[in-house]
C-alpha cells in the first residue's frame, strides 16, 4: 500500500522560504513520477513540480520555475519542494502525488496521478 505524508507547511511572509517534504512508503519508486500540485480555495488543483524518481529529472509550471525546486533523497525514499521567494498568490493547500512512469499521460495532469498524501497548508501573507 503506498502511502504519502507530507509535512513542512505553515505561514511565511512574502519573499520567504518553505521546505516541504513528501516521505513515500509501501513500495519501490524508482519506476514513479513524483509530483507536487496544489490547490488555492475555489480554484482547481494545478501542477506545481514534477520529478522523475530514477533519474531525477525535473520539470516546473511557468509560475514557480526559477523560484521552486523538487529534488528526491532515495535513501530517505522522501521527495522535497523548496520554496523560495514565495508570494501570496502561492497560498495553498500543497498534495504530494506519485504515478506509475507510464510515459503515456502527460505529468501535469493530476487526474493521472494515483496516490495522493493529505495535503499541507502553506499561507504567504503580505
Known amino acids: 500500500q503506498v502511502q504519502l505524508v507530507e509535512s513542512g507547511g505553515g505561514s511565511v511572509q512574502a519573499g520567504g522560504s518553505l521546505r516541504l517534504s513528501c516521505a513515500a512508503s509501501g513500495r519501490t519508486f524508482s519506476n514513479y513520477r513524483m509530483g507536487w500540485f496544489r490547490q488555492a480555495p475555489g480554484k482547481e488543483r494545478e501542477f506545481v513540480a514534477t520529478?522523475?524518481?530514477?533519474?531525477?529529472?525535473?520539470d516546473y509550471a511557468d509560475s514557480v520555475n526559477g523560484r521552486f525546486t523538487i529534488s528526491r533523497d532515495n535513501a530517505k525514499k522522501t521527495v522535497y519542494l523548496q520554496m523560495n521567494s514565495l508570494k501570496q498568490e502561492d497560498t495553498a493547500v500543497y498534495y504530494c502525488?506519485?504515478?506509475?512512469?507510464?510515459?503515456?499521460?502527460?505529468?501535469?495532469?493530476?487526474?493521472?496521478?494515483?496516490?495522493w498524501g493529505q495535503g499541507t497548508q502553506v499561507t504567504v501573507s503580505s
Open positions: 520529478i522523475l524518481w530514477s533519474v531525477g529529472s525535473t
Open positions: 502525488a506519485a504515478k506509475y512512469n507510464s510515459g503515456i499521460y502527460s505529468y501535469t495532469l493530476a487526474a493521472t496521478y494515483g496516490y
